[in-house]
């Protein structure tokens, strides 16, 4: 089955920079890689997501570029505010939510 | 707006107890998701359902049962809760089969 992992499991930058989180999955058929934000005391919630017919794909500050020979793909956030602080979780799937995999997290903290 | 509303949000029981969570949701989606997700090991897939009256094993079934006897609603249950059930447990819902949904979350302590 699917294996994701993510890195790093921790992040800290100034208010301004930007953030970059990494994922790799293992299997070659994944098709769908979906970004959720999760803050505290909340349920995760779909930021971004970009299938593998697409390279890229942005949506103001926040970015997703897949690589599907090295079968990787990153979230890029910009000009990082201190509400950007959550807990961000990628994942990957053949397009079927009940064969979708997470990466363990990375808790993204933005320092004012 | 109510979305995806899970009851109770906080419950603690002793080895051996059993007891229910209930999701309910009001975006009249086919597909719900029970999730458990605990420190470092991200979001994993308990049971599912793609319909009324449809249940099936995720990631990590084991030790859990789920009914789907009404659209809206998809139930989790423990019947002999163990400590390695302590978690928080995400219900989720989508239609169709794309972003998922979550609700806020149950906190869960087995003593």
Partial sequence: GENVEQHPSTLSVQEGDSAVI???YSDSASNYFPWYKQELGKGPQLIIDIRSNVGEKKDQRIAVTLNKTAKHFSLHITETQPED????????SRGNNNDMRFGAGTRLTVKP | NAGVTQTPKF??????QSMTLL???DMNH????WYRQDPGMGL???HYSVGEGTTAKGEVPDGYNVSRLKKQNFLLGLESAAPSQTSVYFCASSYPPAE???GEG???TVL
Avoid: D, N
């Avoid at chain 1, 602080?85 to 990957?92: D, E, Q, T």
């Avoid at chain 2, 419950?11 to 051996?16: F, N």
């Avoid at chain 2, 086919?30 to 998701?33: K, L, Q, S, T």
């Fill in chain 2, 30 to 33: 086919e597909y719900m998701y």
């Fill in chain 2, 44 to 46: 994993r897939l308990i």
């Fill in chain 2, 23 to 25: 999701c309910a949701q």
């Fill in chain 2, 106 to 108: 149950s906190r869960l």
């Fill in chain 1, 22 to 24: 990494k994922c790799t």
């Fill in chain 2, 11 to 16: 419950r603690v029981l002793k080895t051996g």
């Fill in chain 1, 85 to 92: 602080s959550a807990v961000y979780f990628c994942a990957a």
């Fill in chain 2, 100 to 102: 998922l949904f979550f």
